[in-house]
Structures are given as structure tokens and as C-alpha cells.
């Protein structure tokens, strides 16, 4: 099977079956274990990943209405960013909404009633970036695979694609710091769990936050409620409250 019908195949969810020895005997049948060739698959590969991605986007349009409303950027730039985006939509790309991608979730199968419940609060919170981040995690699973294969037929540590944006999220220094309501992100980097267990957290109604905006999808947290119940969870460990907390939540859906 040539190179990019596999790439295709994996992109489209139709190799499911290959592991990683399917992918180690494929590639050597391929390269004969060549380096060069080798170099040259893991370059194709990085860039399909990238390409695929590109084939979509979110919209920041409502963003950056609020941004000139608060007076952080001119109408020439809300212009500029509505004009760039109806160029995307012509030449093809999706527009991911927070429906569309709990759909495409959904479809795909929740790997768990934890990573269900995650989905649904994110669905429920508007959240487009994180559904975003775990349907770009089910899809190109299969592919970052053959990519690890790859690195490790190379001997060298698999690492993201280069042009993959990572996030470089920097904790404020001190609980003063913070405003005093903010939202989801700010709360992962003040409690210093991920965006998931946030949610699994407010859909068992295990962490103190309040709903805003027109039609409640907005998640919001206090500074002075989130310090208070850090306080009261500060003997535990984050183990040990990691495990109370999905011991609760299995004995909720027992129920």
C-alpha cells in the first residue's frame, strides 16, 4: 500500500485494526530500513498532520467583537479577521462549532462514562478549544502512532510536529494575582489539574462555580471560593483526591 493511502486510511478512521507492529513490519517493507527514506516518511507524515489540520478552524470573530467593545482592538481589525475567515469558508475549510464537534465525538464512541461526562460539561460550557483538542486527539490517534513507530525505528525521541501550536501556559505567581472570578483556564492553572478533571469536578458538583452569560454556557470560579476549597483539600494528596473524587463519581452512575 503506498505511503499516502495509508495516511488517508488514517486519517479517515479506516485502519483502526494496525498497531504498532503492523506499522514497524509495514514501514520496513517500505524503507528496508533505510534512514533517509525513513526521514523522508516521518517528514510526509508530519505534514499530513499538519495539512489535516488546517482544513479547519474556529472562529474568533465573537472574541474579537468583545475585544473592541472593551476597547483592546479597531474595527479595521474585526474587519480584517471577518474577511480572513469568509476567505477560509471559500476555499473549504470547516467551521468547527461546539455541536459539531461534540457530534463528531460522540460518533467516534466516549472512551469512558469520566470522558463522557468531560465532553458533556464542554459541550454545556461552549468550550470549542478543549472539544476541539480531544477530537484532534481520537482522529489523529492512529496516525501519531505511525509516527512513533517511525521516530523509534530512527532511535530518536518522538516529539510533536513542529508546526503542531503548542501551548506555553504560565501559572501566575501568587492566588493574589488572579481576577476575581475567571474561568476554566485560569482555574486548571491555579488548582493545577487539567481542563478534564475541571469538568468532571463541576458536573459532580464537587467544586464551587457559578454559569453566566445570555444562555448560561459560560463556566465561572470565585478566587475566594476556589482558595477555600483548595485549603480544605490541602492534606490530601493530588493521588488521593484524584482517587475519592472518581470513586464518587463511579458510585454516582451506579446509582
Not at 479506516?14 to 503492523?22: F, G, N, P, R, S
Not at 457530534?103 to 472512551?111: E, L, R, T
Not at 492512529?142 to 525505528?153: K, P
Request: negative net charge; contains cysteine.
Amino acid at each position: 500500500m503506498p505511503l499516502g493511502s495509508l495516511i488517508n486510511k488514517l486519517l479517515r478512521g479506516e485502519a483502526d485494526e494496525w498497531c504498532e507492529t503492523d506499522f514497524g513490519f509495514y514501514l520496513e517493507s517500505l524503507t528496508h530500513g533505510d534512514k533517509k527514506e525513513l526521514e523522508q516518511v516521518l517528514k510526509t507524515v508530519d505534514e499530513a498532520i499538519v495539512n489535516w489540520k488546517s482544513l479547519s478552524f474556529i472562529s474568533r470573530y465573537e472574541d474579537k467583537i468583545k475585544e473592541w467593545e472593551e476597547g483592546k482592538c479597531s474595527m479595521d481589525e474585526v474587519d480584517e479577521l471577518y474577511f480572513e475567515e469568509e476567505s477560509w469558508r471559500k476555499e473549504g475549510k470547516r467551521l468547527l462549532t461546539a455541536e459539531i464537534l461534540y457530534a463528531a465525538i460522540s460518533s467516534k464512541g466516549f472512551i469512558n462514562d469520566y470522558h463522557r461526562d468531560a465532553m458533556e460539561e464542554a459541550f454545556s460550557n461552549n468550550d470549542v478549544r478543549f472539544l476541539k483538542m480531544n477530537w484532534e486527539d481520537m482522529v489523529l490517534a492512529q496516525i501519531r502512532s505511525l509516527r512513533e513507530t517511525i521516530c523509534s525505528m530512527l532511535g530518536s525521541v518522538p516529539t510533536a510536529v513542529k508546526n503542531e501550536q503548542q501551548k506555553n501556559n504560565r501559572p501566575l505567581k501568587r492566588i493574589e494575582d488572579y481576577p476575581e472570578v475567571f474561568g476554566v483556564d485560569l482555574c486548571c492553572e491555579l488548582t493545577g489539574y487539567a481542563k478534564h478533571t475541571i469538568y468532571k469536578l463541576t458536573c459532580a458538583n464537587e467544586i464551587p462555580c457559578c454559569r453566566s452569560g445570555s444562555n448560561g454556557r459560560k463556566l465561572k470560579f470565585r478566587r475566594d471560593e476556589i482558595k477555600e476549597w483548595l485549603t480544605a483539600r490541602k492534606q490530601e494528596t493530588n493521588e488521593d483526591f484524584v482517587k475519592r473524587m472518581e470513586s464518587q463519581l463511579a458510585a454516582r452512575f451506579r446509582k
